[in-house]
């Protein structure tokens, strides 16, 4: 059974620490997203590539976020230095859009942050 | 710009009893249009899609939707709820595949609970 998969799926860290947060997408899939999920915001894009480019991370904070995707196994979120407001679940999809196909987002489990 | 509107924050209803949650979306040209539910410390999982043909689309776990392009809305039905079904419940809106906007506008979610 396919699935996209986050490690971790908790971290607790101190403001100022660096997170990295990964995403194995599903096999084949050509795109990934990255969202992050609060109480107050709900479900915000922070960003996606598509074959491993970087599309749109227009809803990133710049100054401290990055999105990678070295390869097509791996997509990296990080976060440097981390502050408390940062602390929220953050979720990965992936699909296969483009011309002719369904804009399918499949989601990952999560990893919940927390930083003190 | 796409938006979605799901007008109930919290909907409460008696195993057994019917269900309908609203949605109503905001989009400029043809909408593909999504259901997705999370259970608590869970990923998003897909229930059903809209992409064109038959405005009435069956879902996993006996969930139904209906495409009302005169209001619209994308409504999620289902007969008669089991408790398993607590949870909460986005609807989300997407554009056609083969432009370069690959993104997925989701709502504020409604959260279910099902009384025994």
């Known amino acids: 059974d396919a699935r996209v998969t986050q490690t971790p799926r908790h971290k607790v860290t101190e403001m100022g620490q660096e997170v990295t947060m990964r995403c194995q997408p599903i096999?084949?899939?050509?795109?990934v997203f990255w969202y992050r999920q609060t109480m107050m915001q709900g479900l915000e894009l922070l960003a996606y590539?598509?074959?491993?480019?970087?599309?749109?991370d227009s809803g990133m904070p710049k100054d401290r976020f990055s999105a990678e995707m070295p390869d097509a196994t791996l997509a990296t979120l990080k976060i440097q230095p981390s502050e408390p407001r940062d602390s929220a679940v953050y979720f990965c999809?992936?699909?296969?859009?483009?011309?002719?196909?369904?804009?399918?987002?499949?989601f990952g489990a999560g990893t919940r942050l927390s930083v003190l | 710009a796409q938006s979605v509107t799901q007008p109930d924050i919290h909907i409460t209803v008696s195993e057994g009893a019917s269900l309908e949650l609203r949605c109503n979306y905001s989009?400029?040209?043809?909408?593909?249009l999504f259901w997705y539910v999370q259970s608590p410390g869970q990923g998003l999982q897909l229930l059903l899609k809209?992409?064109?043909?038959?405005?009435l689309v069956q879902g996993i776990k006996g969930f139904e939707a209906e495409f009302k392009r005169s209001q619209s809305s994308f409504n999620l039905r289902k007969p008669s709820v089991h408790w398993s079904d607590a949870a909460e419940y986005f609807c989300?809106?997407?554009?056609?595949?083969?432009?370069?906007?690959?993104?997925?506008?989701f709502g504020k979610g409604t959260l279910l609970t099902v009384n025994p």
């Open positions: 999809a992936s699909g296969l859009v483009g011309l002719g196909l369904r804009n399918i987002q499949y």
């Open positions: 096999l084949g899939h050509n795109t």
């Open positions: 989009y400029g040209a043809t909408p593909y």
């Open positions: 809209y992409f064109s043909g038959d405005t």
């Open positions: 590539f598509r074959n491993r480019a970087p599309l749109d």
């Open positions: 989300a809106v997407g554009a056609e595949s083969g432009g370069s906007n690959y993104k997925l506008t």
